[in-house]
């Protein structure tokens, strides 16, 4: 459970309205703090960050898959960052596909000054309910966290699990912020044009249909059949997730990618609302898979730490001032922001076209060790399943079964992992055993090239 000082609360007197959200354990440029504090002032459109907080919790408690796991997950809270210039508010579907993000800029939080760090926000009914009545004419006082900061030990973080964020949530976070860099615009909606078309989606039961989206001016038709220009959006349902906050956009844009994944930037006054929808209902983010090559490259970790010394807290990541202060190369630096993605250190905000950077406060590392396929390939080389052949290698599976994986750029392998995806969702367990294999040099070849931009 996380460890609340004080519930979230609203209260109402003569001078208008007081948000105080509660806080968890955090992490800040001061190390690891119990209930951080920070944010306070006056917002400039109370009814835009009550329905951007209230999307980010609605979206947090919903499922549009996966109906076991949900169950167990639909209390989670969101997570916020302070960039010191705006509040990122952060939060998964239970079933792990859809992820959202509202952030409040410096246009939208008025005069108050703006802290460091992430935690996990306290966001109860009492509180939703209270959220949903705000109006635009009164005024309301945010205030995110206590003034009165208590300090933790790193073991204390560690140990006691005061902050409830499960490892899919960590390797979805990492996993959205790589397949958003590689997005781009498809088409954009302005004015009424992004109420119409959100209301003609159909309102149906979870995930919804599969419609095919032809962009025409400033307006999107759909069909059931895909047709010569057009993108699919996989389970409509999953978009209504933005009904709260759509009705202040002023601007929709669509940016789209080669995997399927879609998402869907919503301006609005004083901030924007994010979501990214995985190419399938059933198809969770933290499986995607798109940093496991990354994983298997033995520097990244290195690269990465050393970057941490010098990244600070600000808005935007800049990889030509962290190479001068770090006197890492270009490719070095591309290596190590890679890694502090796959650790979920990582956000990609597509309005800016930049990183940010995020400190989880719970062992993001161990978590990256934890990774299912990466468990199953070190364990396929520790007992021996990976042995060289000419023109590649055998790779042992769990049914006694070898599989051939060609030496070859790309690696290929021909096990019904890599049948079924075609490298879609990363590269499947036999390949990335090889992988381990020769960053190590064992086999006395170089070591497969795995860096990249994250």
């Known amino acids: 459970m996380n460890s609340y000082t004080t519930a979230s609360t609203f209260t109402q007197d003569r001078d208008g309205g007081h948000l105080d959200l509660a806080t968890a354990l955090g992490v800040t440029p001061a190390g ?25 919790a609605d979206i947090a408690a919903s499922r549009y898959a996966d109906a076991g796991l ?61 959220l949903a009545r705000i109006n635009r004419s009164e005024a309301l006082h945010l205030s995110v966290g206590s003034e009165g900061l208590r300090a933790s030990s790193l073991s204390q973080t560690h140990v006691e699990r005061r902050v409830s964020l499960p490892d899919r949530w960590i390797r979805g976070l990492a996993e959205v912020s790589t397949l958003s860099a590689t997005l781009t615009p498809a088409t954009s909606l302005s004015g009424q044009a992004i109420t119409r078309f959100l209301g003609g989606l159909p309102r149906v039961a979870p995930p919804g249909p599969t419609l095919h989206l032809l962009p025409r001016g400033n307006s999107v038709q759909t069909s059931r059949l895909p047709i010569p220009g057009t993108f699919a959006l996989p389970g409509t349902t999953r978009l209504r997730g933005c009904d709260r906050i759509a009705r202040h956009a002023s601007e929709l844009t669509v940016h789209t990618g080669r995997l399927g994944s879609t998402a869907w930037v919503f301006t609005v006054p004083g901030g924007r609302f994010t979501v990214l929808l995985s190419p399938d209902p059933f198809r969770g983010f933290s499986g995607e898979g798109t940093l496991l090559t990354l994983l298997t490259n033995p520097d990244a970790a290195r ?53 940010f950077h995020r400190e989880l406060p719970v062992d993001s590392e ?12 070190r364990k396929l080389v520790d007992d021996g399943g990976v042995v060289e052949q000419a023109g590649g290698w055998l790779v042992s599976s769990s049914y006694g079964r ?7 750029q790309p690696l290929h392998c021909q096990c019904e992992w890599e049948r ?12 990335l055993a090889v992988m381990i294999l020769r960053a190590s040099g064992i086999d006395g070849r170089p070591p497969v090239a795995s860096a990249g931009q994250p």
């Open 32 to 56: 690891p703090v119990q209930n951080p504090f920070f944010f306070s002032g006056f917002v400039d459109r109370p009814d835009i960050a009550a329905a951007g907080l209230l999307a980010v």
């Open 70 to 130: 949900a169950a167990r997950l639909a209390s989670l809270d969101p997570v916020v960052t302070a960039g010191g210039d705006r509040l990122r508010f952060e939060s998964f579907s239970a079933c792990n596909s859809v992820y959202a993000r509202f952030d409040l800029t410096r246009e939208g939080l008025g005069s108050g000054d703006v802290g460091f760090g992430t935690t996990n926000i306290d966001i109860n009914l009492p509180l939703r309910t209270a």
């Open 303 to 355: 690269l990465g730490g050393r970057l941490l010394t010098a990244l600070g807290w600000t808005p935007t990541v800049d990889p030509s001032a962290l190479a001068t202060a770090t006197n890492c190369s270009p490719a070095e630096v591309a290596a190590g922001l890679a890694w502090l993605a796959a650790s979920g250190r990582l956000g990609h905000d597509l309005a800016e076209n930049s990183y």
């Open 366 to 377: 161990k978590v990256l060790r934890r990774n299912p396929r990466l468990v199953a390939a």
């Open 402 to 408: 070898w599989y051939a994986v060609a030496d070859a």
């Open 420 to 431: 079924e995806h075609a490298g879609t969702r990363g590269p499947c367990k036999h390949l």
